[in-house]
């Protein structure tokens, strides 16, 4: 359960095990999960992201918030949701991480997808995306499965942010150990 005050949620950064760990289920709406999507909004906005998980500030909750500043999409929240259909055809894309700071890397990802999702209120929705949104929300859904965008990459993308990541698990040992 998360009891928050609208305080500023801390990001779980890479390489911390917990972002490896699969979210557990929401059973359905209760009085903390309004208080737990605003929350991550805040932290979204502070962080200058685009989309959030539940498990990168800490809790092991089926929730994704995204903000692309489109009308429809301006603040969208899921909770529980699953992936139906992905396009086969695919498109390579920069994608960045508010749980790996500092590293960039070309992902490869379907330019469509079918998401479907509980609102914060229980009503489910199902959401058609391309491009943009769609590579947001699969991005936001790995993270409940426990996978990075840093896992999508090929061998040679991966050599070249290999420095990045290098400095990012030794900045985590120093702070582990101090």
């Not at 498990?55 to 429809?72: A, D, M, T, W």
């Not at 391309?130 to 929300?137: E, I, M, T, W």
């Amino acid at each position: 359960m998360y009891i928050g005050t609208m305080s500023t949620l801390s990001l779980v950064t890479y390489p911390d095990p917990f972002l490896r760990r699969a979210a557990q289920e929401v059973s359905g709406p209760d009085d903390t999960l309004g208080t737990l999507i605003g929350d991550m909004f805040a932290a979204l906005k502070e962080n200058d992201g685009v989309g959030l998980a539940a498990p990168q500030v800490g809790v092991s909750r089926r929730i994704i918030v995204i903000s692309l500043g489109e009308k429809e999409f301006s603040r969208l929240a899921l909770v529980n949701p699953t992936v139906e259909y992905v396009s086969p055809c695919t498109e390579v894309d920069e994608e960045g991480c508010l749980s790996i700071p500092g590293v960039r890397a070309d992902v490869p990802r379907p330019v469509e997808a079918v998401v479907r999702g509980m609102t914060k209120s229980g009503r489910m929705i199902e959401i058609t995306a391309r491009d943009l949104l769609a590579r947001v929300l699969l991005h936001e859904i790995d993270h409940l499965n426990g996978v990075l965008f840093i896992d999508r990459v090929d061998k040679g993308e991966r050599a070249r942010i290999a420095s990045g990541l290098s400095a990012l698990e030794r900045r985590y040992q120093a702070v582990k150990t101090s």
